[in-house]
T-cell receptor, first 116, second 111 residues
Framework: GAVVSQHPSRVICKSGTSVKIECRSL??????MFWYRQFPKKSLMLMATSNEGSKATYEQGVEKDKFLINHASLTLSTLTVTSAHPEDSSFYIC????????????FGPGTRLTVL | GENVEQHPSTLSVQEGDSAVIKCTYS??????FPWYKQELGKGPQLIIDIRSNVGEKKDQRIAVTLNKTAKHFSLHITETQPEDSAVYFCAASIGNNDMRFGAGTRLTVKP
C-alpha cells in the first residue's frame, strides 16, 4: 500500500533557528503533497499544498516566508520553519494521494516540533 | 467553503458495545467522505471511506453510512475493543483534495 514517511519524528530547537521537515512517498510518486498543522486535541489545519516543480499554494493566513515548502522531486516535499518561535511548536503532518486516487490522502506519521 | 461538523467530541463505551460518530457537511458538491483514526503521537490512518454514489460501506467491524439528502454521514464501530480507543476524524472533499476535517471524536473503550 501507499506509505508516506516523515523525518524527523520529533525535533527540539532554539528560538530563532530554522527547522526542516521532510515528507517522502516511499513506494509511489506524488506530484502533490499536503502539509497540515495540528494543535493539541485539535483537528488538522491545512497549511499548504506542495506541487512538484512549481510553487506551493498556501492557505489564507499562513505565512509563505515563514513556512517554506519545496517539492523538488516526485517523492519528496520539505517544510522549513524559518526563524522558529515557541508559538510555532506544533505537530506537523504531511499527506499525499495514492496513485490513481486523487481524492484520497494517506498521512505521514507526523513531526512534533518544540521551539524553546 | 465546506464546513464539517462532528459529534460527539468525546465518546466512552464499554468493550463489546457499539460506537457511532456523526458528521454533517455543508457543500452539496462534496462527493468523498473518509474517516481517519489517529492514535496519540501518530499521523491519521485512513480506516474507511465512502463516495457519494453509495449509501453504505462495511469493512469487518466498521461501517459508514451516507445520507446525501440530509448531508450527513456516520461511522459505526461494532464489538468495540480497547485498541479502538483513539481520536476519529471525519472529512469531506469535492474530489480535488480540498479536504475539510471535522473537529474529531475521542473514543474511549473501557475494558
Amino acid at each position: 500500500g501507499a506509505v508516506v514517511s516523515q523525518h524527523p519524528s520529533r525535533v527540539i530547537c532554539k528560538s530563532g533557528t530554522s527547522v526542516k521537515i521532510e515528507c517522502r512517498s516511499l513506494d509511489f510518486q506524488a506530484t502533490t503533497m499536503f502539509w497540515y498543522r495540528q494543535f493539541p486535541k485539535k483537528s488538522l489545519m491545512l497549511m499548504a499544498t506542495s506541487n512538484e516543480g512549481s510553487k506551493a499554494t498556501y492557505e489564507q493566513g499562513v505565512e509563505k516566508d515563514k513556512f517554506l515548502i519545496n517539492h523538488a522531486s516526485l517523492t519528496l516535499s520539505t517544510l522549513t520553519v524559518t526563524s522558529a518561535h515557541p508559538e510555532d511548536s506544533s505537530f506537523y503532518i504531511c499527506s499525499a494521494p495514492p496513485p490513481g486516487l486523487t481524492d484520497t490522502q494517506y498521512f505521514g506519521p507526523g513531526t512534533r516540533l518544540t521551539v524553546l | 467553503g465546506e464546513n464539517v461538523e462532528q459529534h460527539p467530541s468525546t465518546l466512552s463505551v464499554q468493550e463489546g458495545d457499539s460506537a457511532v460518530i456523526k458528521c454533517t457537511y455543508s457543500d452539496s458538491a462534496s462527493n468523498y467522505f473518509p474517516w481517519y483514526k489517529q492514535e496519540l503521537g501518530k499521523g491519521p490512518q485512513l480506516i474507511i471511506d465512502i463516495r457519494s454514489n453509495v449509501g453504505e460501506k462495511k469493512d469487518q467491524r466498521i461501517a459508514v453510512t451516507l445520507n446525501k439528502t440530509a448531508k450527513h454521514f456516520s461511522l459505526h464501530i461494532t464489538e468495540t475493543q480497547p485498541e479502538d480507543s483513539a481520536v476519529y476524524f471525519c472529512a469531506a472533499s469535492i474530489g480535488n483534495n480540498d479536504m475539510r476535517f471535522g473537529a474529531g471524536t475521542r473514543l474511549t473503550v473501557k475494558p
